[in-house]
């Protein structure tokens, strides 16, 4: 099993959409998490963090499930500038490096 | 303030070439990380150093790729006889500590021909 798994998607919303994301991770130990965004051709940059059960930032909102070991991210009143590729990242307990997932794709469409 | 800068930002080598990437990571951050992203993948780790000490090399794909960050700022990734699997971009990130939020700089795309 992958560290850290995601829907590829694409997701394809019209503006004003709710989406929401899942990405499950496989170390139960791990104890912060982070959702970056990644537009076409620049560098992945961070959205949120979560350290305990959730956060919410404006329209999104992360929460952690760590009894099932999994993490959403809840975009409300979705906009075109929205349209990103969302990472779902999870450091390990104990590595060095953080584990990305390989992200998934959300367009919205006017 | 100023965020993580990489150089250059394009660089297109022939097969057998040597690269070398460099890396300038926010002021005060002692923890310096190098990944590689193929197309339409997330980031792969490949090193991890604390201030100068490369902790952690385990991402590294073959003996071909060196990193180093002598003063602890500064790193420097080479990438030694260029094969065409090496063509990607090359992601630095820096952060105050390993567990902490990363600051990614811009890349390096590499294209191998």
């Known amino acids: 099993r992958k560290e850290v798994e995601q829907d590829p998607g694409p997701f394809n919303v019209p503006e004003g959409a709710t989406v929401a994301f899942n990405c499950t991770y496989s170390n139960s130990a791990s104890q912060s998490f982070f959702w970056y965004r990644q537009d076409c051709r620049k560098e992945p940059k961070l959205l949120m963090s979560v350290y305990s059960s959730g956060n919410e930032d404006g329209r999104f909102t992360a929460q952690l499930n760590r009894a099932s070991q999994y993490i959403s991210l809840l975009i409300r009143d979705s906009k075109l500038s929205d349209s990103a590729t969302y990472l779902c990242v999870v450091p390990l307990t104990g590595a060095n490096n953080l584990f990305f997932g390989t992200g998934t794709r959300l367009t919205v469409i006017p | 303030g100023a965020g993580v800068s990489q150089s250059p930002r394009y660089k297109v080598a022939k097969r057998g070439q040597d690269v070398a990437l460099r890396c300038d990571p926010i002021s005060g951050h002692v923890s310096l990380f190098w990944y590689q992203q193929a197309l339409g993948q997330g980031p792969e780790f490949l090193t991890y150093f604390q201030n100068e000490a490369q902790l952690d090399k385990s991402g590294l794909p073959s003996d071909r790729f060196f990193a180093e960050r002598p003063e602890g700022s500064v790193s420097t990734l080479k990438i030694q006889r260029t094969q065409q699997e090496d063509s990607a971009v090359y992601l630095c990130?820096?952060?105050?500590?390993?567990?902490?939020?990363?600051?990614f700089g811009p890349g390096t795309r590499l294209t191998v021909t």
């Open positions: 990130a820096s952060s105050l500590s390993p567990q902490w939020e990363q600051y």
